[in-house]
């Protein structure tokens, strides 16, 4: 028996933020990152609908990118002492992330981070709170999901919160949010949809209720994610569907090792200065895995019907010419999004070594470890093919080198 889990009610369109004028409840409180929900005026439209509502509201702002443990921690006793029934999670994924794991220690205070990065082990939550999620970047979906990604800076790594309790009650998906993200941000959060949308299809866990809305985000992205970093406004409102239509699909066919990948190596060169944008990091190593996965028939045959869909090779073509025009389209995104290729060369405009952001010596000193780690990932699981401790590395070079992936 599978199952299939999205929010109870979903609100979209321009102005959609106005739903929160129905919400019912005595107190909420809302969590923000750094500051464009602030200057853009989206905050104070929330509280003021929250407070037509007849709600109490308080704010824990601050969320930084990639939030840590502490964070957490610190957002989790402030909900504890201000006892919301509403925790309304607002702007990137990494607010609503956070919002998500203080929701889990503010309904069980004896609970760990250790237990919570138990997959699928969460105990039941709206005990005290409904969760509502309004995203304001159009790519993580967490806003749909089950999913809640936290740092633990003194390990280096990104850990993945997985469990159908998380998913929010309400989401909101306003483009009007999204139209005031930057041009970077913009293709790396595109991407990470794409990259959501490509894994759920091809991973293990896909069914006939995740396939169209994979599938559907995949062709709404090949439209309009490049049209939109290049300034298209009503192509970026129809990203804003995309990426929550390929969240719809991740949630419940979960992902694979790109995402493994990511998460390991985003924070684990920290210590550098170099951190690894999530979006990119997904960017890069995408067109890798396909060629990885594509060794594997049942993920090879999968790839060819996203390419029909995409309509980038003909028909008739064999399924290994189809993964080849696939992982060509996916380079050729990246490039019009001026994203690089590797990890070699990401940020080497800016890092002041030789070998640009992530030094070559101190990424193959920590490979062995970042490989194992990237194996125990919670999304390797349903990755179509499981690669091998020295697969893993091996794959891992290809995208520091950018190399073919041969094996």
Known sequence: MARFTLPRDLYHGKGA????????????????????????????????????????????????????????????????????????AMGGGSPIDAAKAMWIKYEYPECTFEDMCKVFGIPELRRKAKFCAISSTSGTA??????????????????????????????????????????????????????????????????????????????????????????????????????????????????????????????????????????AANAMYLPKVVAFNAKDETAKKRYGVIVDYMEIADKNASDDEKVAALIAYLRKMNDDLNIPHCIKNYGADSFPTENGFVPE??????????????????????????????EMEKLLKCCYYDTEVDF
């Open 361 to 390: 010596e101190v990424f193959l000193e920590r490979l062995p470890e970042i490989a194992k780690n990237a194996i125990l990932d919670a999304c390797t699981g349903s990755n179509p093919r499981i690669p091998t401790q020295e």
């Open 17 to 88: 933020l106005e739903s929160l004028k129905s919400f019912k409840g005595k107190k909420a409180i809302i969590c923000v990152g750094g500051g464009s929900m602030k200057r853009f005026g989206f905050l104070d439209r929330a509280i003021d609908y929250l407070k037509e509502a007849g709600m109490e509201v308080d704010i824990i702002d601050g969320i930084e990118p990639d939030p840590s443990v502490e964070t957490v921690m610190k957002g989790a006793e402030k909900m504890l002492q201000f006892e919301p029934d509403w925790i309304i």
């Open 142 to 279: 967490t806003e749909v999901t089950a999913f809640s990604i936290i740092t633990d800076y003194s390990k280096g790594i990104k850990y993945p919160i997985a469990d159908f309790e998380i998913t929010p009650d309400v989401a909101i998906v306003d483009p009007d949010l999204a139209e005031t993200m930057p041009q970077k941000l913009v293709a790396h959060t595109g991407m990470d949809a794409m990259t959501h949308a490509v894994e759920a299809y091809v991973s293990t866990a896909n069914c006939d209720f995740t396939d169209p809305l994979a599938i559907h985000a995949i062709e709404m992205i090949m439209n309009d994610l490049v049209p939109s970093y290049n300034g298209d406004i009503a192509a970026r409102d129809r990203m804003h569907n995309a990426q929550c239509l390929a969240g719809m699909a991740f949630s419940n066919a979960l992902l694979g090792i790109v995402h493994s990948m990511a998460h390991k190596t985003g924070a684990v060169f920290a210590d550098f200065g170099a951190h690894i944008i999530h979006g």
